[in-house]
């Protein structure tokens, strides 16, 4: 998805990241002004939508701009750096983000020193690449 600096809004303020399948889709749900940063591809707009609608999240979102077949879960953690960087160079103030991946949380802990990188540790959720249809 193309950057919507709409979440700039609070420039100077502090706020939190969140990944989507194995954090929001457990119930670890952003505050008003979180962002959502999600591996998930762009194929992936329309059940991502219809999952945000669903839980009445009024966040904004980014997604992977890379076709679904060449997602790769490291694809995805430097997906996420490239935006908490984009942030950072806006002065958007992002304190942690909060990731279920260990591939992921490794990258992002690697490359944004910055941030705290809240590692959410389960087994509900599939890390590998897979589609998640919401009815």
């Not at 193309?2 to 929001?24: E, P, R």
């Not at 457990?26 to 707009?45: F, H, T, W, Y």
């Not at 945000?52 to 997906?79: A, H």
């Not at 942690?96 to 389960?122: G, L, M």
């Amino acid at each position: 998805m193309a950057f919507d600096d709409s979440a700039a809004k609070g420039v100077g303020d502090t706020m939190n990241g969140y990944d989507i399948d194995g954090v929001i889709t457990i119930g670890l749900l952003p505050q008003k002004d979180d962002i959502i940063i999600s591996g998930r591809s762009k194929d992936e707009l329309p059940e991502t939508i219809k999952l945000i609608q669903k839980l009445n999240l009024d966040n904004s979102f980014y997604l992977n701009p890379i076709p679904f077949e060449q997602k790769t879960r490291e694809k995805s953690g430097y997906f996420k750096v490239g935006m908490l960087n984009v942030f950072k160079e806006m002065k958007v103030d992002i304190d942690k983000y909060f990731e279920d991946d260990p591939v992921q949380a490794d990258i992002i802990e690697k490359h944004c020193t910055w941030i705290s990188v809240v590692r959410i540790v389960h087994n509900l959720t599939e890390k590998e690449n897979q589609r998640n249809y919401i009815e």
